[in-house]
């Protein structure tokens, strides 16, 4: 099991461009949770995605961020216009079907670091 | 919605002495705690978590203790080595992996 894959590792975008990261979650899990890390500080939940549904984007800024998990292939998390506030790591956590609701282990990826000049 | 308030956020032991870092949450209907490790650069990882039906929890020289009524948790890592220095959150949870983390105690252990 290769575990939570996140690309790329690293991404340097000017701004005013768009920045698409990519999530794939472990073998076998359905959802998907989105969290940025500014320098220096905890990680703050953006949205959490089951494939094809968007069930939960409270913590999601309301302008330029969007995120989607198709039937096929990864979780997209993709910020329009990059600001340098943007900057930051954004990591993904992914959790399987059958827990539903439940409370379980985050299995986070390694994480993209955006950074915007 | 959910508040993690996490002390200290700077944490220097002796090797071999313990730590204790504690955090507090304000919704009552969070029902689990996890705590992560974070090295600079890397992924958070797991180290251990309780749920709102215990108090207490053990593994090896990490204890995690959750206090319902006053809202709080707390992290105890016993003869503390080199190799635990990092970062560390709280955090918590009403659903799934919904998690709200705490500001992170930056930990250094010196030898």
């Known amino acids: 099991n290769a575990g939570v894959m996140q690309n790329p590792r690293h991404l340097v975008r000017r701004r005013g461009q768009e920045a698409r990261l990519r999530c794939s979650p472990m073998?076998?899990?359905?959802?998907v949770y989105w969290y940025r890390q500014l320098p220096e500080e905890g990680l703050k939940f953006m949205v959490y995605?089951?494939?094809?549904?968007?069930?939960?984007e409270s913590g999601m800024p309301k302008e330029r961020f969007s995120a989607e998990f198709p039937k096929e292939g990864p979780s997209i998390l993709r910020i329009q216009q990059v600001v340098r506030g943007d900057s930051a790591a954004y990591f993904c956590?992914?959790?399987?079907?059958?827990?539903?609701?439940?409370?379980?282990?985050?299995?986070f990826g390694q994480g993209t670091r955006l950074t915007v000049v | 919605g959910e508040n993690v308030e996490q002390h200290p956020s700077t944490l220097s032991v002796q090797e071999g002495d313990s730590a204790v870092i504690k955090c507090t949450y304000s919704d009552s209907a969070s029902n689990y705690f996890p705590w992560y490790k974070q090295e600079l650069g890397k992924r958070p990882q797991l180290i251990i978590d309780i749920r709102s039906n215990v108090g207490e929890k053990k593994d090896q020289r990490i204890a995690v203790t959750l206090n319902k009524t006053a809202k709080h948790f707390s992290l105890h890592i016993t003869e503390t080595q080199p190799e635990d220095s990092a970062v560390y959150f709280c955090?918590?949870?009403?659903?799934?992996?919904?998690?709200?983390f705490g500001a992170g105690t930056i930990l250094r252990v010196k030898s």
């Open positions: 956590a992914s959790s399987p079907p059958e827990t539903g609701m439940e409370n379980t282990e985050a299995f």
């Open positions: 955090a918590a949870s009403i659903y799934g992996n919904k998690l709200v």
């Open positions: 995605l089951q494939k094809e549904n968007i069930i939960d």
């Open positions: 073998k076998g899990h359905s959802h």
